[in-house]
């Protein structure tokens, strides 16, 4: 049986400062995603899951399987988005036309996805997704939830749990969101599409 590898981080853990603390990488990151890790390996010992790849263990998986697995898949797709210094700091082309004809222009589309990220209750996701025509939609998704299940294409997330932003900015959700933007590299978002 194949296991499951906490992902590399694509930068230096200080890479994201001061937006994201070498701290808070190392908690985040070296903490609670190689815990989710290894609980699934854990969980999937013996299991009619085992050897499936992670997009399918998220869409079949309950109780525990589920969690850990949608942690994984929801914190690799988070951390992989990001960059110190961003190829891309907006979205341009197809994406951009997507954006502008869904939510009228880029800053109407970042004040509605902050709004739905400080407006979930307790811990969970903000997400950018595309449905299978194309239509680009916002979501939230509580706890370990992921866009797949819905049917949809994640496309960016902005992660909601307290871990991901206590040690920087307290209980200050709203300006964390907003801080987000200048590390979001739209040339990875843009791939996903």
Known sequence: MSKFELMRLPYAPDALEPVISKETIGF????????????????LEGSALAGLPLEEIVLK????????????????MYFEQFSGKPQKTAPTGKLLEAINREFGSFEAFKEEFQKKGTTLFGSGWVWLSADKDGKLIITQEANAANPIQRGLRPLLTFDVWEHAYYLDYQNRRPD?????WQIVDWEVIEGRL
């Open 28 to 43: 985040h990151h070296g903490k609670h995603l190689a815990a989710y890790v290894n609980n699934l390996n854990n969980l």
């Open 176 to 180: 964390h969101l907003a801080a987000l």
């Open 61 to 76: 998986g309950e109780g525990g399987v589920l969690n850990n697995a949608g942690q994984i898949l929801n914190h690799n």
